[in-house]
């Protein structure tokens, strides 16, 4: 299932795209978020995708060290999040790709 919406982010509006697939191997969320700037900050990321209900639980997630980047606990809240990385966050799981040339 695709999804498509908007966010205002930094007084720009963002087009956001998520593709949404089932892992059936972990039971888990998988996703593809199509990036079309050069880069999100990772609580956004969060919050856009659904995996966080909202920035400030984005950032909790965070603070507890819940959350990987390409297999590495990320403790930055701001840490900006390019293509070609993944994202996890319990089963879910977020690969970033550009949409950008």
Known sequence: ???NFYLKSSHKLLHVKIDWGIM???KGMKMKFELEEEFIELFK???VTGVAESG???KMLIEEGAV???GEVELRKRAKIVSGERIEVGDEVIEVEATFS
């Open 1 to 3: 299932m695709r999804q």
């Open 24 to 26: 059936v191997k972990n």
């Open 45 to 47: 990321l969060l919050k």
């Open 56 to 58: 400030g639980q984005a």
């Open 68 to 70: 990987k980047r390409n």
